[in-house]
């Protein structure tokens, strides 16, 4: 298995999940479950085929993880469906998977097997997957907050679905980050050196804190809130691959390998 | 302003406030020096902290301003800027420990920065006064917040005032001689109640890759290099447009006039002797197969391209013969990267001051743990490669990690139940 074989498996997925968004839509709960969970299974199928050829976890690339994203996002679309059945949202969760297949499908970029030895340690699935469904839900909140704040405009409880999508997704972040805390003390002796990711991770960390404790607040306007969960989005890309162009960060983060 | 009930103003008042205090003494006394907490310091300053904190919880019905600590209209301002300096300390390069800053203001030592660690302090006391008042009124739905509050109130003062007590110290091994000296951060030789003995070094390595490289030295293309692995299983593959083919390939070799020249030195010569490009340019044998010090991978590669075929050898050479690349065309030469490591490993003997010794391996990843030090592969003479007989550990001790790791363990249990608590709290 490889990344040639990317295309067929993405389309195949991606035609499972616009029938499911289709259903969602229509309000058939069954048929949305069905054609979703089917294209997730397709896509599992690819990412442990390639997990096994590449004979390491595929997180080290930027494209590797982005390929968990395009995964964890209809995943994340399915639960919030399960659990408040809004027809919109699995439309949304294929539409921002797309985005990230397209991106893995037209910017290719070199994968190898080679995986350096600071790398190799059990920690590293857990870290970079939590991390990943981490991301995933809080980029479903901020899709929340740009639906809300430009479009749907009147809300009575959508901003409490904000509220779940953050907390769970707090909640991945914070383990994510210590798993990585943890695996920081085994691999290179300290369990926070204020590396560049870290003190981003640590910022964003922080700045969803703002939201939760700015929301236990209900006189605070959801207005300045779901501002807050844009801001916030942005300060996890710049998490996520935004230090890898950043002049600060270079040369000096030991998380830069993502670009090699 | 500052009529009760305070609000949002207030509380970004008071980090304002910090802010410009920590400036003051920025300015004033200079950036905060960690160095100072030392035992017993620490410990001193953290029973005053915890003393402020039980002492304005019980204040708290007399003084507005404690009980103001524990409102969402004190924790979101504190939040917001502690993450506004952490996002500011993320937007600079930061100079590395025992550097002056960069810049006028210290921003390039944000660590030491005063008004963040003003703003921190503000956030931690505030933490561990919400965790007093959540412990004194307890309730089943704030148990996860209470759990996520109290690490979190661990981890920040153990770690913070911990890290003084922290030693680093790196230990140069060469086989077969034990060594118990360490180099400080200073780079100030200590002794250390223990001894490590090198008895082996090693590097297993991945499947040499192959590369084309222009007449600049640049491999290509410039922005994503492209090449092939060579496994045991290859069987031939494009890279650009030329069909690349192994006819031989031998895992440990050197230039055949080299071990020529070897074969009737003594040991201890052969372990120095370098060969030069000169030498290398009139080896006309290409490379044998040798199981000594100094091998490495060489490959008889032949590559065509439109029906023109060139072939010749190609090793990154080691340190006892440079590199040799495959000329494809005038601009373009086919080469081996250096290897790339996929696991190094020291086999040692490490002997405590009691009179014991243990056999253990150490590598990246598995450190290993004995009185209260752990000890973790760092580096090794990477001139010689696999070939190193040189090991260089870094040493940890960090008496508070046990607290640390308490709060750590904390934090991840608050935000498990946090994670429990919205999946299973459905809307009313």
Redesign the interface.
């Known amino acids: 298995m490889n990344w040639n074989y990317f295309i067929f498996f993405a389309i195949t997925s991606l035609l499972f999940w616009t029938a499911g968004a289709w259903a969602g839509w229509k309000g058939r709960k069954v048929a949305a479950f069905t054609t979703t969970g089917c294209g997730l299974l397709v896509f599992s199928v690819f990412i442990i085929l390639l997990w096994i050829s590449l004979e390491r976890p595929p997180l080290r690339t930027m494209g590797e993880t982005r390929l968990w994203y395009s995964f964890f996002l209809p995943l994340a679309g399915i639960i919030v469906y399960s659990?408040?059945r809004y027809k919109w949202i699995l439309s949304f969760s294929t539409i921002l998977s797309a985005v990230f297949i397209a991106i893995n499908l037209f910017k290719p970029?070199?994968h190898?097997?080679?995986?350096?030895?600071?790398l190799?340690?059990p920690w590293f699935a857990p870290h970079v997957i939590v991390y990943m469904f981490a991301y995933a839900l809080l980029g479903a909140a901020f899709v929340m907050a740009v639906y809300l704040l430009f479009f749907k405009k009147k809300y009575t409880?959508e901003p409490?679905i904000c509220d779940?999508l953050v907390?769970?997704g707090?909640?991945?972040l914070?383990?994510g980050m210590?798993f990585g805390?943890?695996w920081a003390?085994?691999?290179?002796?300290?369990?926070?050196a204020?590396d560049?990711k870290e003190?981003?991770a640590?910022?964003t960390w922080?700045?969803y804190?703002?939201y939760i404790?700015?929301r236990?607040?209900r006189r605070s306007t959801v207005k300045t809130a779901l501002w807050i969960l844009i801001v916030n989005f942005l300060?996890l890309q710049?998490c996520w691959w935004g230090?890898n162009y950043?002049?600060?960060?270079q040369g000096?983060s030991v998380h830069t390998y993502n670009l090699s | 302003m500052w009529t009760k009930p305070w609000n949002y103003r207030e509380g970004t008042a008071v980090t304002m406030g910090l802010t410009v205090v920590g400036l003051m003494l920025q300015y004033s006394v200079g950036p905060l020096e960690w160095k100072a907490f030392t035992w017993p310091a620490n410990a001193i300053v953290l029973a005053v902290f915890v003393s402020f904190i039980v002492g304005a919880y019980a204040l708290r019905e007399r003084v507005y301003a404690f009980r103001f600590m524990t409102s969402?209209?004190a924790?979101?301002p504190a939040?917001?800027a502690?993450?506004l300096l952490?996002?500011i300390?993320?937007?600079?390069?930061?100079v590395p420990e025992g550097k002056p800053a960069a810049d006028p203001f210290g921003l390039t030592k944000m660590?030491n920065f005063w008004p963040f660690v003003l703003i921190y302090v503000w956030m931690t006391a505030i933490v561990g006064e919400v965790t007093l008042r959540q412990l004194g009124r307890l309730n089943k739905r704030a148990i996860p917040s209470l759990v996520s509050h109290a690490g979190l109130f661990i981890v920040l003062t153990t770690?913070t005032l911990g890290s003084a007590d922290?030693q680093?110290v790196k230990m140069y091994c060469e086989t077969g001689k034990p060594e118990w000296r360490v180099l400080d951060e200073r780079q100030d030789v200590k002794e250390l109640p223990l001894a490590i003995q090198l008895n082996r070094f090693s590097i297993e390595e991945?499947p040499p890759?192959l590369m084309v490289i222009d007449d600049k030295g640049l491999p290509l293309p410039v922005k994503?290099?492209?090449?092939i692995?060579v496994d045991r299983a290859f069987k031939g593959a494009k890279l650009f447009d030329w069909d690349i083919r192994v006819v031989k390939h031998v895992d440990n070799a050197v230039p055949e006039m080299m071990a020529k020249m070897v074969g009737n030195m003594p040991g201890e010569m052969v372990g120095r002797m370098r060969m030069d490009s000169l030498g290398q340019a009139l080896n006309k044998g290409g490379y044998i197969s040798f199981e000594g010090k100094g091998a490495q991978c060489a490959l008889l590669v032949r590559a065509t391209k439109g029906g023109k075929t060139t072939e010749g050898w190609v090793t990154c050479g080691s340190y006892q013969f440079p590199y040799q690349g495959l000329e494809l065309d005038k601009h373009h030469t086919l080469v081996m990267p250096n290897r790339?490591?996929?696991?190094?490993a020291s086999d040692v003997t490490v002997f405590t001051k009691d009179g014991k010794s243990v056999d253990t391996t150490i590598?990246?990843?598995?450190?290993f743990t004995i009185a209260r030090w752990?000890v973790?592969q760092l580096s090794y003479n990477e001139r010689m490669g696999k070939w190193s007989d040189l090991s260089i550990f870094?040493l940890?001790r960090d008496p508070w990690?046990p607290a640390?790791y308490f709060g750590?363990y904390m934090?991840?249990l608050?935000?498990?139940l946090?994670?429990v608590?919205?999946?299973t709290?459905?809307?009313n």
């Open positions: 659990r408040w970029e070199i190898d097997k080679t995986l350096m030895p600071a190799q340690s409880e409490d779940n907390y769970v707090w909640a991945f914070t383990i210590l805390a943890l003390k085994e691999a290179w002796g300290t369990y926070w204020w560049p003190t981003w640590a910022a922080l700045a804190l703002v404790h700015l236990l607040n300060l710049m230090i950043l002049p600060s960060a000096t | 969402v209209q924790a979101v939040l917001a502690a993450a952490t996002v300390m993320g937007l600079t390069r930061q660590l770690a922290m680093r991945y890759k994503k290099p492209a090449h692995l790339e490591p996929e696991r190094f590598e990246v990843n598995k450190p752990k973790y870094e940890v990690l640390v750590i934090i991840l608050g935000a498990i946090m994670f608590q919205a999946a709290h459905r809307q």
